[in-house]
């Protein structure tokens, strides 16, 4: 054996350590290579093109939170292969596989997980759908947990976000994956029946029956860029009406332009756009706060005159103490807007 021999198998164990064959990824709209730590950082979106490319369910879940922390709540025990399911695999094969791929084998977990904690210290609850498990399609199981997300947010007085990334029902579960649709509708009811928040994140893809219940009832509806939402595919459409569909048709931006999604935001902005529009829903009416007007010379004196005839008023009304205090204020600002006059006066002398 010459020496050649002898290290060859050396250099390529070298080789195969120092460069793992993942680190680069290439995107799919540009076809630009991306290091993937960068693309991590980046939260799997391009940053040559801004293509948004699908990102594993916790990843998105730990950018949303605070600090990225959350919990999850374990998911409620489903009835397994009702129909006792086959095509080419059995379908408990099936969920075993994708049990095993998502590390949810213990636990029993589906597509869907069911988490909570708090975005800019408001508490809530998200139930994200994750496309990896059998194409986030949505069975019992998923029904129950959609509906034990609605439960967790009545019970928590807190907004539910839901992110659909889903190929619509389960076709192994028939129509008991059908039914899931009415009973996820409910139990976006029942959320807004609490007088909470429902927010519906749309991902791509977001369709079949998943779009055609609780994706599309939003309160407000928020899709990211170039998601894929719709019911039918567009070949399915086409052919069934016969007719040439628009360019673009089904995306997100589309259906922002059509009124069927109320903002279409960047992932990065994501969690930012969430935090201020669940302030908005949560408080309507924030008290205003008081802020002192700057006023000229001939403004103070008449300010100053109708100040002393609100007294006048209030004293003879008896007023309550909450307008005398407004009379106050008015009083002050006009003294105060007098001793700038003042200052002012002597400036010039
Ligand atoms: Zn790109």
Redesign the pocket.
């Known amino acids: 054996m010459s020496w050649l021999e002898n290290i060859r198998p050396k250099i390529r164990a070298l080789v195969a350590r120092d460069i793992p064959e993942n680190l680069w990824v290439k995107?799919p709209?540009?076809?630009?290579m991306i290091f993937h730590r960068e693309l991590d950082a980046n939260l799997k979106v391009?940053p040559?093109?801004?293509?948004h490319m699908r990102i594993a369910v916790r990843e998105r879940l730990a950018s949303m939170f605070d600090d990225g922390v959350f919990q999850e709540i374990e998911p409620p025990k489903a009835i397994i292969d009702p129909l006792k399911f086959r095509d080419r695999k059995r379908y408990t094969e099936r969920l075993r596989d994708a049990q095993s791929a998502s590390g949810a084998r213990q636990t029993g977990g589906d597509a869907a997980i069911v988490s909570h904690g708090t975005m800019g210290r408001i508490n809530v609850v998200i139930v994200a759908l994750d496309f990896s498990f059998m194409g986030g399609s949505m069975g019992i199981a998923v029904g129950e947990a959609f509906v034990a997300a609605a439960r967790l947010a009545v019970l928590q007085q807190a907004p539910l976000i839901a992110v659909p990334a889903s190929g619509g029902a389960r076709m192994q579960e028939g129509i008991l994956s059908l039914m899931q649709m009415p009973r996820t509708i409910i139990a976006v009811q029942d959320v807004r029946e609490a007088n909470l928040p429902f927010i519906s994140l749309m991902t791509d893809p977001t369709t079949g029956g998943v779009s055609a219940s609780f994706a599309m009832l939003g309160d407000i509806a928020i899709a990211e860029p170039g998601a894929n939402i719709g019911f039918a595919g567009k070949r399915v459409i086409e052919d069934t009406i016969r007719e040439k569909l628009p360019e673009g048709f089904q995306s997100a931006e589309y259906l922002h332009e059509h009124g069927m999604v109320d903002m279409v935001v960047p992932r990065q902005d994501m969690r930012k756009t969430l935090i201020r529009t669940l302030r908005h829903l949560l408080r309507p009416n924030p008290p205003a706060n008081v802020v002192p007007l700057k006023l000229g010379k001939k403004k103070a004196l008449k300010v100053d005159a109708t100040a002393d005839g609100n007294r006048s008023e209030i004293k003879s009304e008896g007023a309550t103490r909450d307008t005398n205090g407004a009379a106050a204020a008015t009083r002050k600002t006009a003294t105060m807007a007098k001793s700038d006059q003042a200052s002012d006066d002597a400036k010039k002398d």
């Open positions: 995107c709209a540009c076809g630009q391009c040559h093109c801004g293509h």
